[in-house]
């Protein structure tokens, strides 16, 4: 619960030269990833985490268009702490 509540996010990317070696390097990076065509969604620990992955894709060549932060909504945060059972 400490994670959730110390900011973790998700971020929206959409890059192109995508490729699975970049994927890999962000699993290594603790990021937990979807991707779908040349958009990817990353949850990582933090704001602070945000430089260095910026900073890894434009040195693995990945062309960035948008990279978007999401903050957890305290909507979202109440469901994921309580759950949704019935």
Do not use: H, W
Not at 36 to 61: K, M, W
């Amino acid at each position: 619960m400490d994670t959730l509540v110390e900011g973790e996010l998700t971020l929206q990317i959409r890059a192109l030269n995508l490729n699975p070696e970049v994927e890999t390097g962000l699993i290594q990076r603790g990021c937990t990833l979807r991707r779908d065509a040349d958009f990817l969604s990353l949850t990582v620990e933090g704001e602070a985490a945000l430089p260095a992955i910026n900073r890894y894709l434009v040195a693995q060549g990945v062309d960035i268009y948008a990279f978007s932060p999401e903050k957890v909504s305290l909507e979202d945060l109440f469901l994921q702490v309580v759950g949704t059972e019935n």
